[in-house]
């Protein structure tokens, strides 16, 4: 079953979590083989889909934050998008579109990187919204600061913390059918931050990095853990084996019902709203040249079928909607 385990460094100013999806990993793999649009995913795609969706667990479990984690890939080569979600309840979600085929042994930039344009975005966005909010987003390239391609999710994620938080981070990702798994060492603010002002708070952070012994020693370590001791090992053994040396205080661990599971939001009223966009024109071309339309979902692939009667309603609707109070029916 998939879990996550959060720990402390006692005494350090380090953080841990670690995240093992087992089911919530298979079902995404399951429901996207059984797609006869698109049928399974590729192994490269699959892997990299993966260490995404671990990576994104991580990081909405290491935030106080109400709302939904977003984790996308926009590339440049046969993976066009990947986007993994997780909410803060760690119920998540992920899909990627590829066209054409992408080949056995396909490293990161062969997917995603071919011309250095890919991308990498990271949108946190809030579940209640003042008026006019605007989801935060931080975008980084899948190059590192001398224009070389990066080959490893891992390092595309570190450079993104230590850019936008300023705070050193280790992670380690791996995945492949059966598991998606991750570790995620961070150096926390320095102690007592809370009471400067936020500048000197950044600034003395800023300071730091690089430069804490202890969590240095600890990322080393963690580093250390290798893709088949990830993938096969229990959470027990890896954090044994790697801190045997330290001391950790464990939290309870996010099992069972509380542990990230596959969950998927969409809703026949979103598509619906969705077709709306298309507007009625396009509607209704897709009717009459197929008799109604159908839209399938991709992260569970739920199909949602509108006939022409629906179809109309839809419109009907949004006029309503748009309109209130006006011109009465
Ligand atoms: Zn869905």
Not at 64 to 81: A, E, N, R, T
Not at 298 to 314: K, N
């Amino acid at each position: 079953m998939s879990e996550l385990h959060k720990f402390l460094f006692d005494g350090l100013p380090v953080r841990g979590v670690l995240v093992r999806l087992t089911d919530a990993w298979t079902e995404i793999l399951q429901r996207r083989a059984s797609n006869t649009t698109t049928g399974a995913y590729a192994p490269a795609v699959r892997d990299m889909l993966g260490e995404m969706t671990a990576a994104a667990a991580l990081m909405q479990a290491n935030i106080k934050f109400d709302g939904s984690l977003v984790l996308q890939i926009f590339g440049d080569g046969p993976v066009k998008v990947a986007v993994v979600e997780v909410q803060s309840d760690l119920a998540l979600r992920a899909t990627a579109t590829v066209q054409p085929q992408v080949e056995p042994g396909a490293t990161l930039s062969q997917m995603v990187n071919v011309r250095n344009l890919g991308r990498c975005a990271i949108t946190l966005d809030p579940k209640t919204k003042f008026p006019g909010q605007q989801p935060y987003q931080g975008v980084v390239p899948l190059f590192d600061d001398h224009g070389h391609a990066i080959e490893k999710l891992s390092a595309v994620l570190e450079h993104y913390m230590l850019q936008s938080e300023q705070l050193d981070t280790t992670l380690v990702l791996a995945a492949d059918d059966k598991v998606a798994a991750g570790l995620l060492i961070q150096r926390l603010p320095m102690a007592g931050a809370g009471n400067l002002a936020g500048s000197m708070v950044s600034k003395e952070n800023e300071d730091q990095i690089g430069l804490n012994e202890n969590y240095n020693r600890i990322a080393v370590l963690a580093s250390s853990l290798k893709r088949e001791e990830l993938l096969t090992l229990d959470v027990e053994t890896i954090l044994r084996r790697l801190f045997w040396e330290e001391s950790i205080t464990r939290f309870e661990p996010l099992v069972g019902d509380t542990a990230p599971r596959f969950a998927c939001n969409c809703s026949r009223e979103r598509v619906g709203k969705m077709i709306v966009g298309l507007g009625r024109e396009e509607a209704e071309d897709i009717i009459s040249e197929r008799g109604d339309i159908e839209v399938g979902c991709e992260f569970c692939g739920l199909q949602y079928r509108f006939d022409p009667i629906d179809a109309a309603q839809l419109f009907v609707d949004a006029v309503q909607i748009v309109s209130p109070g006006t011109e009465a029916h």
